[in-house]
């Protein structure tokens, strides 16, 4: 199986900072790679998909990069908004795998 | 507009079981694979199983593997998730998930709410 670790665990941010959250995989999954956006209570929103490809509606201020192992999530400038959990997935062969999720706080 | 709306959730006893459902329409439902995923309270997501969009292929996680039975009713636009030898780990809100692809390389571009399952005695 093809396990997704995330960094870091938990970000602490300002509206307006730029942050990023880092996701690796234990063997390449070229560009299958998936990121969601869950809040407290609800289902996950996907964000991005095939590494770098962003969902139709969601802010320009998100975006995403990488390919083979290494994978990054980025928000250019924080808003209200975003303070959530952010979780990566695997999508290149199954089982699929989430990473363990990065929860973005308030500072 | 793409609507998932899970239901069958519970309590229930260790080693019962629980038949969950997820009622889905806006699309076309016979061409996607639909998977289930679940979190734990306060946990993160973990992928449980996938079944193809005819039905003939199904995949699941080793955590569920023997205990679980995904299927679907095209018919009926309706995924179900059978559960038995239930455990206390099992305990989570069970999420169905659409997948942008018939069988393999989707990603998941609608869920439902979620139903709960709470495994205790």
């Known amino acids: 199986d093809i396990q997704m670790t995330q960094s870091p665990s938990t970000l602490s941010a300002s509206v307006g900072d730029r942050v990023t959250i880092t996701c690796r995989a234990s063997q390449s999954i070229s560009s299958w790679l998936a990121w969601y956006q869950q809040k407290p209570g609800t289902a996950p929103k996907l964000l991005i998909y095939k590494a770098s490809n962003l969902e139709s509606g969601v802010p320009s201020t998100f975006s995403g990069s990488g390919s083979g192992t290494e994978f990054t999530l980025t928000i250019s400038s924080l808003q209200p908004d975003d303070f959530a959990a952010y979780y990566c997935q695997q999508y290149n062969s199954y089982p699929y795998t989430f990473g363990q999720g990065t929860k973005l706080e308030i500072k | 507009e793409v609507q998932l709306v899970e239901s069958g959730g519970g309590f229930v006893q260790p080693g019962g079981s629980l038949r969950l459902s997820c009622a889905a329409s806006?699309?076309?439902?016979?061409?996607?694979?639909m998977s289930w995923v679940r979190q734990a309270p306060g946990k993160g997501l973990e992928w449980v199983s996938v079944?193809?969009?005819?039905?003939?292929?199904?995949y699941y996680a080793d955590s569920v593997k023997g205990r679980f039975t995904i299927s679907r009713d095209n018919s009926k636009n309706t995924l179900y998730l059978q559960m038995s030898s239930l455990r206390a780990e099992d305990t989570a809100l069970y999420f169905c998930?659409?997948?942008?692809?018939?069988?393999?390389?989707?990603?998941?571009?609608?869920w439902g709410q979620g139903t709960l399952v709470t495994v205790s005695s």
């Open positions: 998930a659409k997948s942008t692809s018939s069988w393999s390389r989707g990603y998941f571009d609608y």
């Open positions: 079944i193809s969009y005819g039905g003939g292929s199904t």
């Open positions: 806006g699309f076309t439902f016979s061409g996607f694979a």
